[in-house]
Nanobody, 126 residues
């Protein structure tokens, strides 16, 4: 069982940066692949980024590639998402998620994730 709590959301101007963090409690954090998802108003939840259990493999949605960086610290049980060059269309509630697995690549499908945080709001003003 893993409990996830996001933080770091807020209001930022377009072109600015934010760093989201996700603190995990529970056992065997390093055995989970992790991901960030987001849900914009009136839209479906979508994949943003994921990272394998080892941290050596990452994946990004095309819409954020080159602007966002995902990282994890298995010693501290934390997951981060550095978001740079933010755009108005990045406005959404961001969720961190965890799934059990030691595969080399973390999946993009939300159905593969077992645990979810409550979400943190990111608002980018144009």
């Amino acid at each position: 069982q893993v409990q996830l709590v996001e933080s770091g959301g807020g209001l930022v101007q377009a072109g600015g940066s934010l760093r989201l963090s996700c603190a995990a409690s529970g056992s065997a954090f390093s055995r989970y692949f992790l991901g960030w998802f987001r849900r914009a108003p009136g839209k479906e939840r979508e994949f943003v980024s994921s990272i394998a259990w080892s941290g050596t493999s990452t994946d990004y949605a095309d819409s954020v590639k080159g602007r966002f960086t995902i990282s994890r610290d298995n010693a501290k049980n934390t997951l981060d998402l550095q978001m740079n060059s933010l755009k108005f269309e990045d406005t959404a509630v961001y969720y961190c998620a965890a799934g059990r697995g030691l595969a080399g690549i973390a999946p993009r499908g939300s159905g593969s994730y077992d645990y979810w945080g409550q979400g943190t709001q990111v608002t980018v003003s144009s």
